[in-house]
């Protein structure tokens, strides 16, 4: 309801918030919930202080080194106690920071659902059991001549992380089925990356702890297992778009020291490049061409920014890729297939010619034949394993962008190209002489090409030319990054395109399901525009939403049949799950919460909706002393009332509501709310009542808009919406106003009058015992905290106790939603659901006044 505030007698003054509890306090409560975290992370501090790997790394000839794990000291010196000590001592001083902050955090979580106890077991059994398995492991495999095991055998392990990760993971098997799914799926793709591609002993036995975590989960739980359970649309695309962005991630993974070890690793090198001196290289290769210069030419050809950019081109779209995926958009399953199939050529057009090493005990050893094929078949088999994947489940990435949003990308994406291309054409052309080696029309052509590809497809499209003079060696470096960075922000905007469009036949059918019932009292508020329609299959029932930044905000209650309430919000949710949507149903009434209780999902108060009803009011006894004088004040001052619609009243009558609204609307600096406020749009629809007030010389006083619920094809109650009031209006009109309207509406066998929601307001009397089983703390402080800020700017405490002076019923206001991670999306959306068309400086001005 979009409103000025009443020029009554001020509200009284908000009761002061509560203090913040003192630091001392906050940190004594996270101790008294995880003091084995606690006490790890100090302990840790204290392990690093003593030996000194605070401020460097551990080194052979170090101390540090009786503590650690490996061949050379668990076997090779006999220290059996390594696989319990490493677990305390952190190797370096990125791996203290790493392992300290997960003791406080990763660490904290899995004590909360296993409990302080059983947390110090599970990080004892799977960090120790996994160290010792891992070394017993590289030891047996090194004695075999396995070449990686070779290659890691004299390294050692000073890692209290392989620790953390299995108690993480044993933890899961107590924590809910969505949590329980997302811990094990987050952990075990980070941990199988590290493995496949980074290789250091490290990686491995955390793999082992991880396993371990697994088993001992199900201990603990009593030999109980979980059944897999058939994910949703939603889960089966995060799974789809986690192995695809790990496929991405990989190769940078393998660049970390250590590095290079993993079975994956191969692939890291084709993002290395040879640094060698352009000058000297340009120079020689001028006065001479032979074999030797192209290959300096083409190491030349890759130095810069805009080459190293170019280079990583392939994992850039394929983060892209996974990002489409997790949304189910059908452009991202074909940039899928495209870059993977590319990533299959990749390293055969870019193969080193020379022979492949591995670095083992110091020395270079020729790889054995079989290794070095192993690699280059891993190398073919992860993106052509992605394309299966892909394949697999194409079913489940079919939402498609709109035509005109297609056209749109396609003419950027090619006139930019064009512009691009020509650019550096011309200028090559233009400056042939300056290309070393020199070059003809052709290789300058097949050079513009060359320009939009990673360094790695160089080989296939013919001899490398380099130019010396500064415009074209410009372009040459930048055309390349330029067009995929344009490529990248369209696909991103494609990706929020989707066709969700509002036609005529759906507003007339949500409009006759409204006057058959359903909806609520707000439920007109769905024929505004902004909102879209779901329709059941049999169209007896329906919901008004919309989309923005893929959650989709419900208005109201569904509009269908009280004993069809069940389905028609599970059908609605199955169908936000087949679009990648997040559901949030906005503004309902508690007679729902049931339906969303046995889902499992949450809910949060958002408001109070204040009822009157007409055929028992009456004005009488002191509580509506108030509004008897007020509505007195008005008779005195024969101040005379019109009930009517937009269509029905003269152009003057129409200019008058016009230019009342644009001076309200003019004095205020602060962004006009949408959504479930209402402006001079809404109240213009034929069904929308108007109530208005004019004094005894004509003049419009006020004026507020009234929306229609219906029972049976019958008006039984109307919703307050707009309301303005002059300047120079007498003191109390909207009292008035109000009264007025009711005694016309008990007159007409009106049920319900709804003074509509009061946004973040709390009804007099309620306690945190009136919120729902469940809900989270921190969200009441955050809404009374965003109450308590706006209320500066939009005086919805103000316009609450102004409406408190009818002598209302109260029905709470929900919002439910499917789980708390998305809680920060559903905020931002509905936030911009209310300020959606606000400039800059409305946004300032809203600073402004929450400052002051």
């Known amino acids: ?157 000073l890692d209290p992380t392989i620790g953390i990760v299995g108690a993480l993971i044993a933890a899961s098997a107590f924590a809910s089925t969505l949590w329980r799914r997302r811990i094990r799926l987050l952990t075990f793709a980070v941990v199988v990356m590290f493995v496949l591609y980074n290789g250091d002993q490290n990686n491995v036995y955390r793999l082992i702890a991880a396993l371990l975590g697994l088993a001992l989960g199900v201990i603990l739980r009593r030999g109980r297992l979980h059944r897999m359970r058939r994910s949703s649309h939603a889960e089966t695309r995060n799974l789809v778009a986690a192995i695809v962005a790990i496929t991405a991630v990989g190769p940078l993974a393998a660049l970390l020291p250590p590095g290079g070890l993993g079975p994956l690793s191969f692939v890291a090198a084709l993002f290395l490049h040879r640094q060698v001196d352009a000058v000297s290289v340009l120079a020689a290769c001028r006065a001479v061409d032979t074999s030797n210069c192209r290959d300096e030419l083409a190491a030349v050809a890759v130095q810069g920014v805009g080459p190293l950019l170019l280079t990583l081109l392939p994992l850039v779209l394929l983060i892209v890729t996974a990002i489409g995926l997790r949304r189910g958009r059908h452009f991202a399953w074909l940039l899928g297939i495209v870059v993977n199939a590319a990533m299959i050529v990749l390293p055969f057009t870019a193969l080193p010619g020379g022979e492949v090493t591995v670095q083992v005990d110091g020395l270079d050893a020729l790889a054995p034949a079989i290794e070095v094929l192993l690699w280059l078949l891993a190398a073919f088999l992860v993106p052509l394993a992605t394309i299966v994947l892909l394949l697999a489940t194409r079913r489940q990435f079919q939402i498609r962008a709109p035509r005109d949003a297609v056209v749109r990308f396609t003419i950027l994406i090619v006139v930019s190209f064009a512009l691009l291309a020509v650019a550096y054409l011309i200028a090559g052309l233009a400056t042939l002489g300056s290309f070393v080696p020199e070059a003809g029309i052709g290789d300058v052509f097949m050079s513009t090409l060359r320009r939009f590809v990673p360094s790695g497809f160089e080989s296939v499209l013919g001899p490398v030319i380099v130019p010396t003079a500064p415009i074209v060696l410009f372009l040459y470096q930048w055309v390349g990054p330029a067009f995929w960075t344009i490529f990248v922000i369209g696909t991103m905007r494609l990706y929020r395109a989707t066709s969700t469009g509002r036609t005529l036949g759906d507003e007339l059918r949500f409009r006759e399901l409204l006057r058959v019932g359903g909806g609520g009292t707000l439920g007109f508020m769905g024929t505004w525009p902004g909102n879209v329609y779901w329709f059941s299959e049999d169209g007896e029932a329906a919901v008004a939403y919309r989309v923005i930044n893929g959650v989709a905000i419900t208005l109201s209650d569904p509009v269908c049949p009280p004993d069809r309430a069940e389905q028609t919000i599970i059908d609605f949710i199955g169908f936000c799950d087949a679009n990648s949507w997040t559901p949030a149903f906005y503004s309902i009434h508690s007679s729902f919460l049931p339906v969303f209780e046995s889902l499992g999902w949450q809910s949060v108060s958002v408001g109070e909706e204040t009822l009157m009803h007409p055929q028992t009011f009456d004005m009488q006894g002191k509580p509506w002393q108030k509004v008897r004088q007020a509505h007195n004040r008005g008779v005195k001052e024969r101040i005379s009332t019109l009930w009517t619609t937009w269509d029905e009243l003269a152009p003057l009558q129409q200019s008058q509501i016009v230019s009342l609204s644009e001076q309200w609307v003019s004095e205020k600096e602060l962004p006009e709310m949408g959504f479930t406020l209402g402006g001079m749009a809404e109240l213009k629809d034929p069904e929308v009542r108007l109530y208005l007030a004019y004094d005894p010389q004509g003049d419009l006083q006020a004026v507020t808009s009234w929306l229609p619920s219906w029972r049976d094809e019958r008006i039984v109650g109307y919703t307050i919406d707009f309301m303005r009031r002059a300047d120079r209006s007498i003191p109390g009109i909207m009292e008035f106003v109000i009264a007025s309207a009711a005694q016309r509406m008990r007159g007409e066998g009106v049920e319900v009058l709804s003074l509509s929601g009061a946004p973040l307001a709390t009804k007099p009397g309620s306690t945190d015992d009136d919120s729902a089983e469940g809900e989270p703390a921190v969200i009441d402080r955050l809404l009374a905290f965003l109450a308590k800020t706006l209320e500066p700017a939009y005086g919805f405490a103000s316009l609450f106790s102004f409406k408190s002076k009818f002598n209302p019923t109260y029905e709470t206001l929900w919002l439910a939603y499917p789980d708390a991670v998305a809680l920060p999306s559903i905020g931002n959306a509905i936030g911009r659901a209310y300020l959606p068309d606000a400039n800059a400086k409305e946004y300032v001005a809203l600073a402004k006044t929450l400052m002051r």
């Open 1 to 157: 309801m979009s409103t000025a505030p009443p020029n009554t007698a001020p509200a009284p003054p908000a009761a002061p918030s509560p203090e913040r509890p003192p630091a001392w306090a906050l940190l004594r409560a996270y101790v008294q919930v995880a003091p084995a975290s606690v006490a790890l992370a100090l302990i840790v501090l204290a392990t690093s202080l003593a030996t000194g790997t605070l401020w460097s790394a551990a080194t052979v000839g170090g101390g540090s080194l009786v503590w650690a794990a490996g061949v050379p000291t668990t076997i090779h010196a006999g220290y059996w106690w390594t696989p319990l000590t490493a677990l305390f001592v952190p190797e370096d001083p990125i791996q203290f920071v790493i392992s300290f902050v997960l003791a406080l955090t990763l660490l904290a979580v899995a004590e909360r659902l296993l409990g302080t106890v059983r947390l110090v077991v599970a990080f004892l059994v799977t960090g120790v059991v996994g160290i010792t398995l891992g070394v017993v492991g590289q030891w047996a495999a090194a004695s075999v001549g396995e070449i990686l095991a070779r290659a890691t055998e004299f390294d050692f392990t």
